[in-house]
């Protein structure tokens, strides 16, 4: 897969590799609760960031 530099490449990577990715992914809804990988805090830190960007966002208009 190559690398993506603007939003519009990695939309066209996205769209180019997107059997690849969808290959690759795991559905969370599969991974047991008690999952190491989910009782992870970093989790948390990842979803304040991205509501808070979104946030950020969204009272700019974008």
């Known amino acids: 897969m190559d ?3 603007t939003i519009k490449e990695f939309e066209t ?4 590799n997107r059997k690849e990715l969808c290959d690759a992914s795991t559905d969370a809804s599969k991974i047991p609760p008690d999952d190491e990988w989910l009782q992870e805090d ?4 990842i979803y ?11 009272g700019t208009g974008r």
């Open 3 to 5: 690398t993506a530099k």
């Open 48 to 58: 304040q960031k991205g509501n808070a960007a979104e946030e950020n966002m969204q």
């Open 13 to 16: 990577f996205l769209e180019n």
């Open 42 to 45: 970093t989790w948390d830190d």
